[in-house]
């Protein structure tokens, strides 16, 4: 069956480290894949999009990697802040233009 | 960049009202418009895809006759839910595309539904 898997559990760093987050999948194929941030009661905020050819894409304190192989997605912050924390969610277009799948997501909490 | 304006916020009302939820672009024309529900916990999950001037496309187990939507327009998409029952309650989202741009989708700040 097809699956997005995002760790459950809180990810808890201390303010100026970098925190990883993984994305793993199965069954999908995916053209490009996505990382949002969401805060409570709000909508998602779009972070970074990496296509299947590109292996790194970084934008200012964010990182993110694209491995087909191991079909995984890693998304790094770094010099985090505690105004970094959020749940942070990969998504995946599934069959169709644009129609993306998202994983549960991963909160982080990023301690002064 | 793009804003996505959804309307209202909040909504709380009795069983067996309906409740429409708006979802506006408001700085691009967006072909495409999609509404997402979210449970506690849980993730963003698909309900329909929406085409401007073509009837919505709606995920396998969304009951279409409960969740009319409307795309009358490039810049306005509306979710109405029929006859809300307690079962219905849950944070409901829209994005918006442009298709053919390559570009990602925006998102609106969703609509918190609660149904007594």
């Known amino acids: 069956s097809q699956k997005i898997e995002q760790n459950s559990e809180a990810l808890n760093i201390q303010e100026g480290k970098t925190a990883t987050l993984t994305c793993n999948y199965t069954?999908?194929?995916?053209?490009?894949l996505q990382w949002y941030r969401q805060d409570p009661g709000r909508g998602p905020v779009f972070l970074l999009l990496i296509r299947e050819n590109e292996k790194e894409k970084r934008k200012e304190r964010l990182k993110v990697t694209f491995d087909t192989t191991l079909k995984q997605s890693l998304f790094h912050i770094t010099a985090s802040q505690p105004a970094d924390s959020a749940t942070y969610l990969c998504?995946?277009?599934?069959?169709?233009?644009?129609?993306?799948?998202f994983g549960t997501g991963t909160r982080l909490l990023v301690s002064p | 960049g793009a804003v996505v304006s959804q309307h209202p916020s909040r909504v709380i009302c009795k069983s067996g009202t309906s409740v429409k939820i708006e979802c506006r672009s408001l700085?691009?024309?967006?072909?495409?418009m999609f509404w997402y529900r979210q449970f506690p916990k849980q993730s963003l999950m698909l309900m329909a895809t929406?085409?401007?001037?073509?009837?919505?496309?709606?995920e396998q187990g969304v009951e279409k006759d409960k969740f009319l939507i409307n795309h009358a327009s490039l810049t306005l998409s509306t979710l109405t839910v029929t006859s809300a029952h307690p079962e219905d309650s849950s944070f409901y989202i829209c994005s918006a595309a442009k298709v053919g741009t390559n570009q990602p989708q925006h998102f609106g700040d969703g609509t918190r539904l609660s149904i007594l």
């Open positions: 069954n999908y194929s995916p053209a490009y």
């Open positions: 700085d691009f024309q967006a072909t495409t």
């Open positions: 929406s085409n401007e001037g073509s009837k919505a496309t709606y």
């Open positions: 998504a995946l277009e599934d069959t169709g233009f644009q129609k993306l799948v």
